[in-house]
């Protein structure tokens, strides 16, 4: 779900983590008491921020010490194969606002096509493909996601290809005008752009924390965190049958000194929510969360079939 770039609060604390670096390094810099003092004190108060001397220190602290967070490959537990799914979207109220299906193509252990697609009830479109191998783990190739219409802030067309490291990004800004950026990132073995929903089925609830990066191709592309957070199993019902699904909460995590700031300024995404069948056959149940960063929470879950 996290596939959308997160522009809505990386781009408002991008210029106040840019100032307030500065404003740190040079205070760090002169061991003179007044100088730090001054150098603090004009720089907070052209942020119009002098309240928050205690986090913008204790943010420069956390921008001097090594990210903690660290990132792993998923084992592939379940070999994918050939997969034709329907799924719709609801509000937490229940009201459909979008349909949707997936399909998959495996070939050994290259999925060579990941087709997830939903059409919105007012011409909207979501639409990501992706290519991944599974040999021993999961190891994404290429991720291509397609944003357009109402229901997003903004369209976007965004690509990852992981041989390369190259991440092309196309959208419309506020004033409508189009922006094309392409970038060559160093992307580690675990970014999940397009997986996350497959590697759900093969995460071991034993497990109380696992993680995976995922590209965020804002205007300036960045590498992001997820922690996969199992929540214990929780049961549900399909007609006369009962089972249970394993609850794993998703957190976007932020190293740095842009995350410290998108904390305090309360521009932390939204946590998602998903639900997935353990046992032999695992399978995706339900999951609650926004398709991009400040959208509203909604619920993907399988669809029924009409009536013939």
């Not at 903690?68 to 998923?74: G, R, S």
């Not at 903004?154 to 490291?165: F, H, K």
């Not at 970038?183 to 999940?192: C, F, H, I, K």
Request: proline content about 5%; hydrophobic content about 40%.
């Amino acid at each position: 779900m996290y596939c959308k770039f997160m522009d809505q609060f990386i781009e408002d604390i991008d210029a106040c983590t840019e100032a307030v670096g500065q404003a740190c390094r040079g205070a760090l810099m002169d061991y003179g008491t007044h100088y730090a003092r001054h150098g603090l004190r004009t720089e907070l108060q052209r942020l119009g921020a002098r309240s928050t001397l205690i986090a913008i220190l204790l943010a420069c602290a956390a921008m001097l010490q090594p990210n903690a967070l660290f990132a792993e490959t998923i084992p592939v537990r379940h070999t994918e194969g050939l997969i034709h799914g329907f799924l719709v979207v609801r509000t937490l109220e229940g009201k459909a606002v979008a349909d949707g299906q997936m399909t998959q193509d495996a070939r050994g252990d290259r999925v060579t096509t990941h087709h997830l697609i939903f059409r919105f009830k007012d011409g909207s479109t979501y639409e990501d493909t992706t290519i991944f191998s599974q040999r021993g783990t999961f190891r994404l190739l290429s991720d291509h996601l397609i944003l357009r219409g109402r229901s997003f802030k903004q369209p976007v067309d965004t690509s990852i290809d992981t041989s390369t490291g190259e991440v092309k990004l196309r959208y419309t800004d506020a004033k409508g005008k189009e922006k094309v950026i392409a970038q060559r990132m160093e992307l580690p073995p675990d970014v999940a752009n397009g997986l996350l929903l497959t590697l759900m089925k093969d995460i071991k609830p034993s497990v109380p924390r696992t993680t995976v990066s995922m590209v965020a191709t804002t205007p300036k592309p960045r590498l992001v965190k997820l922690a996969i957070l199992p929540q214990g199993e929780e049961p549900f019902t399909i007609g006369k049958f009962r089972h249970k699904a394993m609850h794993f909460v998703v957190k976007v995590e932020i190293g740095g000194v842009t995350g410290f700031l998108a904390r305090l300024m309360g521009k932390q995404p939204a946590d998602t929510h998903v639900w997935v069948l353990g046992g032999e056959a695992p399978a995706f149940v339900k999951a609650e969360g926004p398709l991009y960063v400040g959208g509203p929470i909604w619920r993907i879950q399988l669809a029924s079939a009409g009536i013939f």
